[in-house]
């Protein structure tokens, strides 16, 4: 009884895709995340009689064959990259994205992840660094007496120290961007790792070559719609029972089988 094992990849494939929509909803709020969509595959097919044979010793063919599926597989899980809302934090050291591109953390292993998060601080000798303490590349150091910090759409950093009445220009803040953004890899704490599949890293400052333009005192939310996570949710819901009452029919009728007298 193949119905049993199709029902099951149905049934595994919706679990999975619950998951992903639940991951989704519980980063309703994180700055920065991209919510992901599953993509789903029908596996092999067994051919029964092949489309395209031979029916006859005259050469006739058989214009459709019959071909019975063993179920469904998750191909992938896509990120989808579109820009998120843009929420006013009054914070000066909070910088959004408007457009293309990521910012740039050193990790403490020397690799470099990138992040849409820019919900930045100050370490103690006053280097850009993210929420967990990755220094931002290229490092810009704040001065210890500065007063007022401004960042300008081109990523211009500028602080305005004591005594002085012209901020001064202490750092560019640079952007990167990825042929393929969805292949680059999560690895949590709102950084991505580039990949073969996403292409090397261009770097550039914003506002120029398709980098998009900062915007200071803002964050990216997520992009996460909670009506289509919804919507989705019960789909997903509806085809996993509709696969369990699948086994459940098809357990019925093999015990109908092994009743016969």
């Known amino acids: 009884m193949k119905a049993l094992q199709i029902a099951a990849t149905g049934m595994l494939a919706q679990q999975l895709n619950v998951e992903v929509i639940s991951n989704n909803i519980a980063n309703m709020r994180t700055t920065g995340y991209k919510r992901i969509r599953p993509e789903f595959q029908d596996l092999l097919y067994q ?10 010793d005259t050469g006739t063919v058989l214009p459709s064959g019959i071909q019975i599926g063993l179920g469904v597989k998750t191909a992938s899980t896509y990120r989808i990259m579109s820009q998120g809302d843009l929420v006013n934090t009054e914070n000066q050291l909070d910088v959004a994205i408007q457009g293309e591109g990521f910012f740039q953390v050193q990790l403490p292993d020397g690799q470099t992840a990138f992040t849409r998060s820019g919900a930045f601080g100050l370490d103690s000798t006053g280097q850009f660094v993210t929420q967990d303490g990755y220094v931002i590349q290229p490092s810009i150091t704040i001065p210890s007496n500065a007063q007022q910090i401004s960042i300008s759409a081109t990523g211009d950093v500028q602080a305005l120290t004591d005594g002085q009445t012209v901020p001064q220009t202490v750092g560019t803040l640079q952007l990167a961007r990825f042929t393929n953004k969805g292949g680059l890899e999560a690895i949590g704490n709102n950084l991505f790792l580039e990949t073969p599949s996403s292409g090397s890293a261009s770097t550039g400052n ?3 070559d398709g980098l998009g333009s900062l915007l200071q005192n803002f964050l990216e939310h997520s992009n996460v719609n909670a009506v289509s996570e919804i919507s989705d949710l019960i789909a997903a819901q509806r085809a996993y029972e509709m ?12 015990s109908a089988t092994s009743n016969i007298r």
């Open 206 to 208: 914003p506002n120029s």
């Open 47 to 56: 051919n029964l009689r092949r489309v395209g044979s031979s029916s006859s």
């Open 243 to 254: 696969n369990a009452r699948v086994i459940s029919a098809a357990d019925e009728m093999m």
